[in-house]
């Protein structure tokens, strides 16, 4: 068998998660779902779902990973023989296909953006660019074969590990960049609506279907229920505190979202944007802002800006195309070039159809973030909390007995109850409902 990439050091892995982990959900997803379900409400809500329901389920993630030191299949096979959570496998190839079809329609927009961008399209009225994206139909699709080409050819060549060394740099100055963007907004006359609209909550607002999509976007967020950060966190060290490092992978990711629903928001308002307009809500917004600035700040702003959400998006694209390819190279024996063209190939035509429709668009992210996802999550905390035994669990994360030793009862109680009974009972309550 072929001897698996190494990740080397301990940055090295944590960039990786990060890199799979921070992406359009953060900075695409969370802001538009916030202006969906009611603004402040949405956020508290979805802190909530990260504390108890996703953090619990990437630790169960790398306590599975780290332990097995394999890919989903895998680790079901080491740590639990001939049991029914071998088909926990599966989930982690469906999900990340359906997923990455309408992920790379989003990529392809970014793509786009970064072009116009480039040619100064952003610096003086920017209004109906997104419109006129849309319009067109050849535009969107071939900016979506673009990019998974992009991501095919990244894991063809195998420079995945050079692509998050580069995110060493991106990252950061997404990061900068968009606390410069939070600033600027804030200095719009009539921001302060859109920060009254942050920060004070309406808890009328909160419906079942606000805890359904605070959860799914914890899920899509933090890459979970797809066997992403399990795989990742197999390449961790075991001298590595995993509590501490994947923890603090997860904290950065909530952090990065909410701040850039504070780039959003105060502009939506300024601008008289409708705050709960969908999916478009970034491809409106960002330009609008870009164009309040003067012409070459907001041009210089504007290139590095789309550039870094384009390679934070690519960072978690390879991720997802990486979880399949690798279940056929390991499981099937398939090459991995037939098994990279094959699948990216299927996950271009789903795309296109994406694209075509915005009804299967908004199908499939539905399916993946409120349903699939959780779903995975929820297997994997399962067999964290009742198939592996206690002692191995918190060797894993207490760094045999040494670290985090009373956080981890903490812990070891949300992932064995509060986090299994908490995506049950909000996928009973929409059943019911
Ligand atoms: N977490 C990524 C984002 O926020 O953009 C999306 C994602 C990547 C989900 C990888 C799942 C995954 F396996």
Same mark, same amino acid.
């Given at each position: 068998?072929?001897?698996?990439?190494?990740?080397?050091?301990?940055?090295?892995?944590?960039?990786?998660?990060?890199?799979?982990?921070?992406?359009?959900?953060?900075?695409?997803?969370?802001?538009?779902?916030?202006?969906?379900?009611?603004?402040?409400?949405?956020?508290?809500?979805?802190?909530?779902?990260?504390?108890?329901?996703?953090?619990?389920?990437?630790?169960?993630?790398?306590?599975?990973?780290?332990?097995?030191?394999?890919?989903?299949?895998?680790?079901?096979?080491?740590?639990?023989?001939?049991?029914?959570?071998?088909?926990?496998?599966?989930?982690?190839?469906?999900?990340?296909?359906?997923?990455?079809?309408?992920?790379?329609?989003?990529?392809?927009?970014?793509?786009?953006?970064?072009?116009?961008?480039?040619?100064?399209?952003?610096?003086?009225?920017?209004?109906?660019?997104?419109?006129?994206?849309?319009?067109?139909?050849?535009?969107?699709?071939?900016?979506?074969?673009?990019?998974?080409?992009?991501?095919?050819?990244?894991?063809?060549?195998?420079?995945?590990?050079?692509?998050?060394?580069?995110?060493?740099?991106?990252?950061?100055?997404?990061?900068?960049?968009?606390?410069?963007?939070?600033?600027?907004?804030?200095?719009?006359?009539?921001?302060?609506? $859109? !920060?009254? *609209? %942050? =920060?004070?909550?309406?808890?009328?607002?909160? /419906?079942?279907?606000? @805890?359904?999509?605070?959860?799914?976007?914890?899920?899509?967020?933090?890459?979970?229920?797809?066997?992403?950060?399990?795989?990742?966190?197999?390449?961790?060290?075991?001298?590595?505190?995993?509590?501490?490092?994947?923890?603090?992978?997860?904290?950065?990711?909530?952090?990065?979202?909410?701040?850039?629903?504070?780039?959003?928001?105060?502009?939506?308002?300024?601008?008289?944007?409708?705050?709960?307009?969908?999916?478009?809500?970034?491809?409106?917004?960002?330009?609008?802002?870009?164009?309040?600035?003067?012409?070459?700040?907001?041009?210089?702003?504007?290139?590095?800006?789309?550039?870094?959400?384009?390679?934070?998006?690519?960072?978690?694209?390879?991720?997802?195309?990486?979880? $399949? !390819?690798? *279940? %056929? =190279?390991?499981?099937?024996?398939?090459?991995? /070039?037939?098994?990279? @063209?094959?699948?990216?190939?299927?996950?271009?035509?789903?795309?296109?159809?994406?694209?075509?429709?915005?009804?299967?668009?908004?199908?499939?992210?539905?399916?993946?973030?409120?349903?699939?996802?959780?779903?995975?999550?929820?297997?994997?905390?399962?067999?964290?909390?009742?198939?592996?035994?206690?002692?191995?669990?918190?060797?894993?994360?207490?760094?045999?007995?040494?670290?985090?030793?009373?956080?981890?009862?903490?812990?070891?109680?949300?992932?064995?109850?509060?986090?299994?009974?908490?995506?049950?009972?909000?996928?009973?309550?929409?059943?019911?409902?």
């Amino acid at each position: 068998m072929k001897k698996r990439e190494q990740f080397t050091g301990r940055l090295a892995v944590v960039l990786a998660m990060a890199g799979s982990a921070i992406g359009l959900g953060n900075i695409w997803r969370f802001p538009y779902l916030v202006g969906q379900n009611g603004g402040a409400a949405f956020i508290l809500v979805y802190i909530v779902a990260c504390a108890l329901l996703a953090i619990p389920v990437f630790l169960s993630e790398c306590v599975i990973g780290r332990r097995s030191g394999s890919s989903t299949f895998g680790a079901m096979r080491k740590l639990a023989p001939g049991s029914n959570y071998r088909w926990a496998g599966l989930v982690t190839v469906i999900t990340p296909v359906l997923l990455l079809s309408f992920y790379s329609v989003v990529g392809g927009w970014s793509v786009d953006y970064l072009l116009k961008a480039c040619t100064l399209r952003f610096t003086q009225d920017s209004a109906g660019v997104f419109e006129e994206l849309l319009s067109s139909t050849w535009e969107p699709i071939f900016m979506h074969t673009a990019f998974m080409v992009g991501t095919a050819i990244v894991i063809l060549l195998g420079v995945k590990k050079g692509i998050e060394r580069f995110t060493k740099v991106t990252m950061p100055l997404l990061f900068i960049l968009i606390i410069i963007i939070v600033v600027f907004g804030l200095t719009l006359p009539g921001a302060g609506k $859109g !920060v009254e *609209y %942050l =920060v004070k909550p309406d808890f009328t607002k909160i /419906t079942p279907s606000v @805890i359904t999509s605070a959860m799914g976007q914890a899920f899509f967020s933090m890459s979970l229920g797809v066997g992403t950060i399990l795989t990742y966190a197999s390449y961790v060290s075991k001298e590595e505190n995993l509590m501490v490092s994947a923890g603090g992978t997860a904290v950065f990711d909530l952090l990065f979202a909410v701040l850039a629903g504070f780039a959003v928001m105060p502009a939506v308002f300024v601008a008289g944007i409708q705050p709960g307009q969908g999916p478009g809500l970034l491809f409106d917004t960002h330009p609008y802002i870009f164009s309040q600035m003067s012409p070459w700040v907001g041009a210089v702003i504007s290139i590095l800006f789309f550039l870094s959400v384009l390679v934070a998006a690519l960072t978690s694209s390879i991720s997802l195309l990486e979880v $399949g !390819v690798a *279940y %056929l =190279v390991e499981e099937k024996g398939v090459s991995r /070039t037939k098994a990279t @063209i094959g699948l990216g190939a299927l996950v271009w035509a789903i795309g296109v159809a994406c694209s075509l429709r915005g009804g299967v668009f908004d199908f499939l992210d539905h399916l993946c973030s409120d349903w699939l996802m959780p779903f995975g999550g929820l297997l994997f905390a399962m067999f964290v909390g009742w198939k592996m035994s206690k002692a191995d669990v918190r060797d894993e994360l207490t760094n045999g007995g040494t670290r985090n030793r009373i956080l981890f009862n903490v812990v070891y109680f949300l992932i064995r109850y509060i986090a299994p009974i908490g995506i049950l009972g909000i996928f009973l309550t929409i059943l019911l409902g």
